[in-house]
């Protein structure tokens, strides 16, 4: 599965306050104040396409439902313990469809919208026991330019598929999916459960070649397995899941220690609603200033050798970023940077 960019599902809002701390005479200490608000575009908009013209097991539309509320609630596994960290706004919109139509011009109308803006993630699944039309794949250049480059959106397949063939629904190979015997024109059922039999989807998995190639991402799983819908929330978690924002341009220059780093520390202030405490998290320390409070921590400083999850300041950077080595910044946090310099005339 291809990693979305960190710029693709952050916006780094830079802001910053000059406050002057009393000290003796001759000395003055200024504490930097630069607060970043992060604030990812966790929008997730899940088309589930139905196919009307084929049998299909009842309870589809219930299974995407329950999907959508494990990601919402950020418990993709259903256990009751959130395993991720960012603020989800989840859409889910289910239609029936006789895909006579185009494929893009079945998308279209989900992409553009007042839900929908630059930093949202389009996943579409297409769901059926028979298979897509013959010309969808060669429509793959036109649906993934739907939303830029691809590179938030993805197309998704539960159809008729051996589930051998597809049991990581990311890491198969076209070429052994096509190729297998029970998916060969001419076969009846490329596979059968209790609850349906399912006809080779061969043109809807050439389609998610296409878009593979076109750069999107994609997933392919089999219908007759019953567990379906364990490997579609699997991956819808995966299509937005991406590293830390990289780093932030600091307007002015910081104070440098002897080893190099940054004379500062970097706090991190958790959205109100985030149940997973910040100490908790990778790189994180308890707050001195409020130990107790969940929601707060300090970020572990780190030299740029070092390889422990933490921050630390590339000061070969003429923008003088402060950029984030194993950490993942939590939607909707506020993270503080404060650094303590000299007028320079300050004695020892």
Known sequence: MRTLSSSALALLLLSCATETVPVPEGCEIRVLRSSVTISFEARLRIVVLLDERTPLPGDVRDRFDAIASRLRARDP???GVPNFEELLEIELVVRETSFEEPLDQ???????????????????VLVTSGDVPAGYPELAPDVVALHGDGSLFTLGVIAGV???????????????????PRMAEGVEH???????AAAPARHATRLLREVDREGAMRFLASICDPSWDSLAGA????????????????????????????????????????????????????????????????????L???????????????CGPIRFSGVRLAGGSTVRLECVTDNGECGE
């Open 235 to 302: 991956m819808l978690v995966g299509v937005w899941t991406a590293p830390a924002p990289s780093g932030s341009c600091v307007p002015r220059e910081l104070p440098v220690l002897s080893d190099g780093n940054a004379a500062c520390t970097v706090s991190e202030e958790l959205h109100p609603d985030d149940p997973i405490p910040c100490h908790d998290r990778p790189g994180r320390l308890r707050d001195p200033s409020a130990p107790d409070d969940p929601l707060r921590c300090v970020i572990r400083r780190l």
């Open 162 to 180: 051996p589930p051998d063939l597809v049991g990581d629904p990311d890491f198969f190979a076209f070429a052994d999916v096509l190729d297998d």
């Open 77 to 79: 596994d259903g256990d």
């Open 190 to 196: 490329a596979c059968a459960s209790d609850d349906v």
């Open 106 to 124: 079945l998308v279209a109308p989900h992409v553009f919208g007042s839900f929908y803006g630059e930093h949202a993630l389009l996943a579409v």
């Open 304 to 318: 740029p050798s070092e390889e422990e999850p933490g921050w630390y300041y590339d000061g070969a950077d003429p």
